[in-house]
């Protein structure tokens, strides 16, 4: 291995365990000069996870309480009672967080 492919996996290694907020605020764009390029920085990206999938489904329903949550291939169904009985379903996308 050459010294800059050491350094290109210890800058993928570093940017996964990092969170992905950190690595990139959103809205900016990807450097693609840089050596890890557009097609790297997509191995990279990570997705939220269900804990955080729940949260921002619940703080769309303040009170709820969560019964169910279930993994598409690109987003969570999560399915909530309200504090008045209703059932509300939030889709919250597996990429991005945004409720659909």
Known sequence: MTRKTLISAAVL???MSAPAS???????AVNTASPLN???WQLVQRE???REAK???LARVPGGEVVDIR???DAYRVRIIAR???VVDIIVDAAT????
């Open 22 to 28: 950190a690595a990139i605020p959103q809205g900016e």
């Open 84 to 86: 008045d009985g209703r």
């Open 55 to 57: 949260a921002i489904a």
């Open 97 to 100: 967080g945004r409720i659909r």
């Open 71 to 73: 993994r598409t291939s």
């Open 48 to 50: 939220i996870s269900a």
């Open 38 to 40: 557009a097609q790297s």
């Open 13 to 15: 290694v570093a940017l």
